[in-house]
């Protein structure tokens, strides 16, 4: 009885995920990953779901979306700006980068935009160091930034939307 | 196809030397690793490929993809061989040129190629100043491995460890070896990689489990990345010679989240690996099976230590634990298990094909080998460079990295990442090994190398580290999590300007109970960027305490900036570039800046021609 109440929320694709490892328990950390990428962030419904597929306490399922930077538990918005914190962008300017992002489009690291359409997130390094600082738009690396040619990038994006 | 024993990797070997050696073609190697993406190298790729194909030139030219050669700075680049022209700096519209040129007819294209320092055009990479001082015994073979083609790496004498090893080594042979050649850890804490092979073969326990450290989350470094993406089979070899000397058959390699070209060409190299026979049941026709998962990490630093890796791999969050029985004797589900990092694992193969009396020739008396450093931050030429043991700070920085970036001052060089420290000038002479660099109040850490100059603060990054580590720190002991939170708290107030004298001492204090009261590492070396800044640049604390001064301008509550009213010729650059319109004026009339609006970013300070933008 309690099964079917999930069966709707795309199951079909969790359970996938599910075969795909087995079933197995301690690979919990890469199933939820795929859900991740799945949906962009791990809904509810589908944690109570692999929770009770995998005889797992949902609390220690929270606690490890808790515990890693990789998981969200809030839908992300429709574009990602993920700006790098890393030593190397630090020195280069990194937070004042962030920080005239989250000015510029009222958004704060973590959060996204009322309108739902930008989500601005920090990272602790993306390997790319010698091109700091360094921002990912939407998958897209970009070395060697600076505030008013990002200004330029994310309203391009933004503006392609309103289209 | 799966190669069986050593006379058939040999016999395939040959055979794609000779087919190289017959072969007319050019090649065009371009260096196309996370950095050289973000540098638009996948545009140049298809430039290429449509003037191949427009030229019909598919019998003249061959095209390999290869991961990071090292020189950033200058991507993205192209090679041309056999000649080994070298083309940096490339815009997709070079592309033309280069083929008409350089492909069809033989000439070289003056614009393109790298000017040192002296205004001279180099031609071939291996005679730029990057390059010379360096030692690339790792790196070296990247430009000729294309990561998602085991030929390439097999042409490069690939695998013959291996198969040496299983050919004529005894597991214990194979420990001695590695003893002897001196090798040392080099995931930052430098322990003798053979001993802890030898401790793990002895523990009595079965399975055993062998896993490759490549969570690498010491910020502004990418050491292990341009490994892994670049050539990936020389870790799975290193893993797969450990395995057998220490009797182990299963693999992990557990890889931070963040690299996704990694993860990309490690499943590609796995996967052929296996086809041939390298992993699976009887590697080498020798009753031997071995087989690697690989594991993505969640995006948590501390799980770079290894308690808290297992805690992850095993589906746990990655908290560490204490180390009372060490991990090569219960590690992974309880059993034994030998973690090393990236680096050291590729060391392995180079041990073994050089013998340990070759390869124990390089570095100094305690630290043989290379080492491989991101020489990042404030430095002219940043990227990725591979250096004998021994050599000084000082050769680094100057000679290798060309010095500081936009004729600045050298400050301080940050070494060891969250958990090293900042040393100034005066120890630009220190050799780089493992001991003189902890001794000096730093470490050699994993290879992060942060040059910073007289525009970095060192308040600003003490409190940097200690926001990184707060956020990082699992929470799991008191000194730890609350320590600090209170560091941090401290920083903060320096930097805003409202710090106290005693705020010093309280720093030194709280150091000193997490040193001694945490559980890993990351707690007990947590305080070393904060010990290291108050030593070496105490004055600096002591501007923003006393005399409420930021002397690199970057404390926000420090700076302010103006516009010189005499000076401002109101062209209104700034007023465009300002991203929060905090710049009012009139075309052509001095310019003013409301600083209440103001977020310091330095826009205009950067921006204007006049230099009529003042910070104080
Ligand atoms: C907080 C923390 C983070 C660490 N991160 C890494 C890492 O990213 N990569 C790594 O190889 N070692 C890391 N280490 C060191 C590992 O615990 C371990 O010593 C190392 O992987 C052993 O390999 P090695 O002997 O080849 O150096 C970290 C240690 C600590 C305490
Ligand atoms: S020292 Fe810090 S990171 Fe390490 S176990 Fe303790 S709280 Fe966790
Ligand atoms: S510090 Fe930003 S990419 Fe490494």
Known sequence: MREKEYLFNNANKIDEILVKHGMNRSRIVAIMQDIQNEFGYLPEKNLKYISMKLQTPLSQIYSIATFYRAFSLKPRGKHLVTVCLGTACHVRGGARIVESIQKMFDVKPG????????????????????????????????????????????????????? | MKIKNSSELKNYYENLIIKTS???????????????????????????????????????????????????????????????????????????????????????????????????????????????????????????????????????????SLSYVLGNMQPEEVIEEIKKSGLRGRGGGGFPTGRKWELCRRAPEFPKYVICNADEGDPGAYMDRGLLEANPHSIIEGMIIGAYA?????????????????????????????????????????????????????????????????????????????????????????????????????????????????????????????????????????????????????????????????????KAIQTGGPSGGCLPEAHLDLPVDFDSLSEAGSMMGSGGMIVMDEDTCMVDVARYFVNFLKEESCGKCVPCREGLSAMFEILTRITEGNGKHEDMDLLEEISFAMKNGSLCALGTTASNPVFSTLKYFRDEYIAHIEKKRCPAGVCKNLVHYEIMSDACRGCGACLKICPVSAIQGEKKKPHSIDDTKCIRCGECFEVCKFSAVRRK
């Open chain 2, 22 to 160: 017959k072969r007319e073609k050019r090649t065009i190697v371009l260096s196309m690793g996370t950095c050289g993406i973000a540098r638009g190298a996948s545009d140049i790729l298809n430039s290429i490929k449509k003037e191949v194909r427009k030229r019909k030139l598919h019998n003249r030219v061959e095209i390999r993809v290869t991961g990071c050669h090292g020189f950033c700075e200058v991507e993205p680049f192209l090679i041309i061989y056999p000649q080994g022209i070298f083309y940096c700096k490339l815009q997709p519209a070079d592309v033309r040129q280069i083929l008409m040129e350089s492909i069809e007819k033989n000439n070289i294209i003056e614009r393109l190629l790298y000017t040192d320092e002296k205004g001279k055009k180099i031609i071939k990479e291996t005679d730029i100043p990057f390059y010379k001082k360096q030692m690339r015994l790792l790196l070296g073979s990247n430009r000729f491995i294309d990561p998602a083609n085991i030929d390439d790496y097999i042409a490069q004498g690939g695998y013959q």
């Open chain 1, 111 to 163: 959060e996204k935009t009322k309108d739902g359409l930008l989500s601005l997130e920090t990272v602790n390094c993306l390997g790319a160091c010698a091109l700091g600082p360094v921002v990912v738009v939407d998958g897209k690396y970009h070395g060697h930034i600076t505030i008013s040619r990002l200004e330029r990038i994310v309203k391009g994006i933004l503006n392609e939307n309103k289209k």
């Open chain 2, 246 to 410: 220490i009797g182990s058959n299963y693999g992990y390699v557990y890889v931070r989240n963040e690299y996704p070209l990694a993860i990309h060409h490690l499943n590609i190299a796995l996967q052929q690996a296996r086809d041939y026979g390298f992993l699976g049941d009887d590697i080498m026709g020798k009753d031997f099976y071995f087989d690697i998962e690989m594991v993505k990490g969640g995006g948590a630093f501390v799980c770079g230590e290894s308690t808290a890796l297992i805690a992850s791999i095993e589906g746990k969050p990655g908290e560490p634990r204490a180390k009372y029985i060490h991990t090569v004797e219960a590690g992974l589900y309880g059993k034994p298990t030998n973690i090393n990092n990236v680096e050291t694992w590729a060391n392995v193969p180079l041990v073994i094909k050089n013998g340990w009396q070759r390869y124990s020739k390089i570095g100094t008396e305690t630290s043989k080998g290379t080492k491989i450093f991101s020489l990042v931050g404030k430095i002219k030429n940043s990227g990725l460079i591979e250096v004998p043991m021994g050599i000084t700070l000082k050769q680094i920085v100057f000679d290798i990295g060309g010095g500081i970036a936009n004729s600045k001052r050298f």
